[in-house]
């Protein structure tokens, strides 16, 4: 089992969401407004807890393909994908209270990122992998290819992506995430040997979706 190490477990785009309400509630507490100051303090620990990031020991199994995302699996089923070609797809719906930092599924290198702006439909239903925004990235490892997408969902207006066609990423490793609710599809060759199914939940980095044959 391999350990990510990182100073503060909070994700990098959520600083303006807690510092910003934390320093109104200190500067109006410090003014004896405990009252006004009450709600900005609690936008600053809800954003607190939504971008939280949290150290892993990222499951290290051969041939395993890794949940990128926390969540409850929502669908399940044979797809043909341009890059990957017959595949089964898994898609993950995150709730505003899950941690939405996206995790690589394998070992790999990032062949190809594209963004799609789209629709904001609620993500855990079947059409809004097709139809609302989303950010699609390849994934070529060593012995098979993956497709991982980021779609935002009714109230994520963001979909954060940090790698492009070049980068590589280690199995667990950290590549984005989403704001607030959205969806997570990990597309794997058809041949893959699957260990979920619609109402599993799985965490980011750990729990393994499928085995590659």
């Known amino acids: 089992m391999s350990v990510e190490r ?3 477990p909070v994700a ?10 934390a320093a109104i509630a200190a500067v109006l507490t410090v003014a004896g407004r405990r009252r006004l100051a009450a709600p900005f303090a609690a936008a600053a620990a809800a954003a607190l807890g939504f971008f939280r990031d949290p150290d892993r020991a990222v499951t290290a199994l051969a041939h395993a393909v890794l949940s990128p995302a926390d969540g409850r699996v929502t669908l399940v089923d044979e ?25 690589s599924p394998i070992a790999a290198l990032v062949a190809q990122t594209t963004y799609q702006p789209g629709r904001f439909l609620a993500a855990y239903r079947p ?5 609302n925004e989303r950010m699609t990235i390849h994934l070529q ?3 098979a290819r993956v497709t ?21 990423l280690a199995a667990g ?3 984005g995430m989403i704001r607030f609710g959205s969806r997570t599809d990990c597309i794997m060759p058809r041949t893959v040997r699957l260990g979920v199914r619609v109402g599993d939940k799985v965490t980011g980095g750990i729990t393994v979706l499928g085995t590659l044959s």
């Open 141 to 143: 490892g060593d012995s």
């Open 173 to 175: 490793e950290r590549f």
């Open 6 to 8: 990182r100073r503060l």
């Open 148 to 168: 991982v997408r980021q779609i935002a969902g009714v109230a994520a207006r963001r979909i954060v992506c940090r790698v492009a066609a070049g980068d590589k």
């Open 127 to 131: 059409e809004a992998g097709e139809a």
């Open 12 to 21: 990098r785009e959520g600083w303006p969401f807690i510092v910003t309400p």
């Open 79 to 103: 797809i043909e994908d341009d890059f990957v070609g017959a595949a089964v797809r898994v898609a993950i719906f995150l709730s505003p209270l899950d941690v939405h930092v996206n995790r």
